[in-house]
């Protein structure tokens, strides 16, 4: 594996999150995630470690709830958006912190071709696909299990998608494994497979705020991304031209340290399109390997608090929050406001099935999908 030390991008002490003072309990029940939808039951899982990370986890959308880490003075926080309610899930916005699928991102005028066969799927966003449609794999419950590995305690999680729903082809399933590693890991294992050949893309959409959710916003996060490149747009509907632009030395750099906002509303024309950062990053390795490598980092200057981001996915794609509007409230009764969150969404490239040049999408009978991603947590003090 190569740059696994993304943390000495960022000049400073990095040490492992201590185990807080006392017990931290979070503002939600397991009972306030426990009720039948759709015919099956969802509940709450929770992983601990003795580096003091708490995630709680629910196979509704097999979505990510919180995530609590310590600061540099050991004070807990859960840093990710979201809601303490399975009510306000099923209710509120989907994208919150869950796995994303079958095909993250977008798909130009919400369909695809596969061996002269035209598939039409939900269009949701402006003339594309985004994310796979307002349904998905984030409004399904999943089938999950609590497991014990050599890595630490996870949570399984399977979908069967059958052939067809949302337009795609094959009946599907899916498997998220989710891990809470020794080393402060959140460990994100998929595996798909499918009977007809199927374009995949699976993500998770969680969103970060390591001030804590509903803190303010995240301008002031310090971002690092591998990235010397990025799939240019063509217009506000972000979908991608099939160019490879160079960003280096421009608005969208962040080989180098720099906050969030320091250049976000720069005239840069992509950056205008993107009302701010919501763009794929290509990272800097083989684009048709699966090598873990680092892919991002964010420190948050006041708390301490560092998450690295390690994936074997090609790309990422990095979005600040900017559809954020308020209408979002969150566990601790705050609104999620403009740029309140921000995503590190790993992956392949938005529009794969209609650029050639894009590194490949397309699942066969036979094939197993096989993806992971890692969001790490520490402290710089």
Same mark, same amino acid.
């Given at each position: 594996?190569?740059k696994l ?17 006392? =017990? ?5 029940s397991k009972?306030?995630f =426990? ?17 003091g990370?708490?995630v ?8 990510i709830?919180?995530i609590f880490?310590?600061d ?7 840093v990710?958006?979201g809601?303490?309610s ?5 209710a509120?916005d ?22 002269g066969?035209?598939?039409?799927l939900?269009v949701n ?6 994310h796979?449609?307002?349904e998905?794999?984030?409004r399904?419950?999943y089938?999950?299990?609590e497991?014990?590995?050599a890595?630490?305690?996870?949570v ?8 067809g ?5 094959g ?6 494994t989710?891990t ?9 294992d998929y595996?798909?497979t499918?009977d ?11 969103y970060?705020n ?25 217009d ?18 962040f080989?180098?340290?720099h906050?969030v906002? =320091? ?9 205008k399109m ?5 763009h794929?990053?290509i990272?800097?390795k ?5 090598e873990?490598?680092?892919?991002a980092?964010?420190l ?6 560092f998450l690295e981001?390690?994936t074997t ?24 406001n403009y740029?309140?969150g ?12 209609h650029h050639a ?5 397309l699942?066969?009978?036979? =094939? ?11 402290v710089?003090?």
């Open positions: 594996m190569k030390i993304g943390s000495l991008v960022i000049a400073g002490i990095i040490v492992s999150c201590s185990a807080p003072k006392k =017990e931290f309990t979070p503002i939600y009972a306030d =426990e009720k039948e939808v759709n015919g099956k039951k969802t509940t709450l899982f929770t992983l601990k470690n003795e580096g990370i708490m709680t986890l629910t196979n509704y959308g097999a979505k709830v919180s880490t310590p540099k003075n050991g004070a807990m926080e859960d990710v958006l809601y303490k399975i009510d306000e899930y099923v509120g989907a994208g919150q912190g869950a796995v994303v699928g079958p095909y993250a991102n977008r798909i130009a005028n919400g369909q695809f071709e596969i061996d066969q035209v598939y039409q939900p966003n402006h003339k594309a696909c985004l796979s449609g307002p998905s794999f984030y399904q419950v089938d999950a299990k497991i014990q590995t890595d630490g305690p996870a399984e999680m399977t979908l069967q998608s059958p052939d729903q949302w337009g795609f082809p009946n599907k399933n899916v498997k998220v989710y809470l590693t020794k080393d402060n890991g959140l460990k994100i595996e798909a499918t007809k050949s199927c374009f995949f893309n699976l993500t998770n959409h969680v970060f390591l001030k804590g959710e509903g803190m303010g916003d995240i301008l002031d996060h310090v971002l690092v991304v591998d990235a010397n490149s990025s799939t240019a747009v063509g506000s509907t972000l979908i991608p031209t099939g160019e490879i632009v160079d960003i280096r030395g421009t608005a969208m750099d080989t180098t340290p906050t906002g =320091e250049r976000i509303n720069d005239p840069m024309p992509q950056l993107g009302g701010g950062y919501d794929n990053y990272l800097n083989d684009q048709n390997g699966d873990m490598t680092f892919c980092s964010i948050e200057p006041v708390s301490g608090r981001c390690f996915e090609p790309a990422v794609q990095l979005y600040t929050g900017n559809f954020l509007t308020g209408n979002i409230i969150g566990k601790r009764g705050n609104a999620y740029r309140n921000m995503c590190l969404e790993t992956q392949h490239y938005p529009d794969s099935p040049n894009f590194p490949n999408t699942l066969k009978p036979g =094939e197993t999908l096989k993806s992971t991603t890692i969001y790490k947590f520490s710089k003090k």
